[in-house]
């Protein structure tokens, strides 16, 4: 074997076991890499932590969904695919049992057991997936803690997909962009090869609006600052019982539901 192809492979494994990333990556490391940003507007909405509140008490049926789903995917450019091995979500519809495996009970309430979800990146405050991209493609705002993604950086490694616990991610297999029913323009498309997810509608809230499923959902999703004692969601928490998932693994999602 030559040297050159046994120090490539060294590599690799290292870089497979996490432990060469640096060094393969010098040019995106933490010290060097400067974290993308979103040109905001006179009107933007800011906070100091994005969180959401969705009720589920007034959903019903999975056709009670649909709205916010098709906002959000026709606003970012989600592609629809026949075959569901390629499916890209960035909201949709899961069962309880699904959404919260850690809070199962032999007598869950029937209308809990049947209710359909609605589940989306949770914007955690810790999140684990920006710990393992190598490129710092994933990366947490630090002025409002949106979890966000640089598609240009991403080099579809799916660390992040691997290390997400909640399925948030989707990888485009195939190029995205003949599935796109309706292109929206202020949106960027993606490419094959890239990961994809919710972005709590960052570019919407640089203009001054709310995201797209919190528009679509007609009261039913409170979206605001949760570090701030007199926003809609702190009240909401107040006033309420709240759930989130997965809470027992330390991520601390910033999306709660009231059951």
Same mark, same amino acid.
Request: glycine share 6%; with cysteine.
């Given at each position: 074997?030559?040297?050159?192809?046994?120090?490539?492979?060294?590599? &690799?494994?290292?870089?497979? =076991?996490?432990? $060469?990333?640096?060094?393969?990556?010098?040019?995106?490391?933490?010290?060097? &890499?400067?974290?993308?940003?979103?040109?905001?507007?006179?009107?933007?909405?800011?906070?100091?932590?994005?969180?959401?509140?969705?009720?589920?008490?007034?959903?019903?049926? @999975?056709?009670?969904?649909?709205?916010?789903?098709?906002?959000? %995917?026709?606003? %970012?450019?989600?592609? +629809?695919?026949?075959?569901?091995?390629?499916?890209?979500?960035? /909201?949709?519809?899961?069962?309880?049992?699904? &959404?919260?495996?850690?809070?199962?009970?032999?007598?869950?309430?029937?209308?809990?057991?049947?209710?359909?979800?609605?589940?989306?990146?949770? %914007?955690?405050?810790?999140?684990?997936?920006?710990?393992?991209? @190598?490129?710092?493609?994933?990366?947490?705002?630090?002025?409002?803690?949106?979890?966000?993604?640089?598609?240009?950086?991403?080099?579809?490694?799916?660390?992040?997909?691997?290390?997400?616990?909640?399925?948030? *991610?989707?990888?485009?297999?195939?190029? @995205?962009?003949?599935? /796109?029913?309706?292109?929206?323009?202020?949106?960027?498309?993606?490419?094959?090869?890239?990961?994809?997810?919710?972005?709590?509608?960052?570019? *919407?809230?640089?203009?001054?609006?709310?995201?797209?499923?919190?528009?679509?959902?007609?009261?039913? /999703?409170?979206? $605001?600052?949760?570090?701030?004692?007199?926003?809609?969601?702190?009240?909401? =928490?107040?006033?309420?019982?709240? /759930?989130?998932? +997965?809470?027992? =693994?330390?991520?601390?999602?910033?999306?709660?539901?009231?059951?």
């Amino acid at each position: 074997m030559k040297p050159s192809r046994r120090g490539f492979l060294k590599l &690799a494994g290292l870089f497979a =076991l996490g432990l $060469g990333t640096k060094p393969v990556l010098g040019a995106f490391t933490k010290e060097t &890499a400067s974290e993308p940003f979103t040109v905001q507007s006179e009107d933007a909405l800011t906070a100091r932590h994005w969180a959401m509140v969705i009720d589920t008490r007034k959903f019903n049926s @999975p056709e009670d969904l649909q709205p916010m789903i098709e906002a959000c %995917h026709t606003a %970012h450019n989600v592609p +629809k695919f026949e075959n569901s091995r390629h499916e890209i979500k960035w /909201i949709w519809e899961e069962a309880y049992e699904n &959404a919260f495996p850690m809070k199962q009970t032999k007598y869950l309430n029937e209308r809990v057991e049947s209710l359909p979800f609605l589940v989306l990146c949770n %914007h955690c405050e810790n999140p684990p997936c920006c710990r393992v991209c @190598p490129t710092k493609a994933t990366f947490k705002r630090q002025s409002d803690g949106i979890v966000l993604m640089d598609f240009h950086r991403c080099i579809g490694c799916r660390f992040c997909m691997a290390a997400c616990p909640f399925g948030a *991610r989707s990888f485009n297999f195939r190029d @995205p962009r003949p599935f /796109i029913e309706t292109i929206n323009p202020e949106f960027p498309t993606r490419m094959r090869g890239v990961v994809e997810k919710c972005n709590f509608c960052a570019e *919407r809230l640089a203009e001054g609006k709310m995201p797209a499923c919190v528009e679509a959902s007609d009261g039913a /999703i409170v979206f $605001g600052d949760l570090e701030d004692p007199g926003s809609e969601v702190r009240r909401l =928490l107040r006033d309420h019982y709240t /759930i989130r998932r +997965k809470q027992s =693994l330390g991520t601390e999602p910033s999306v709660f539901y009231i059951v």
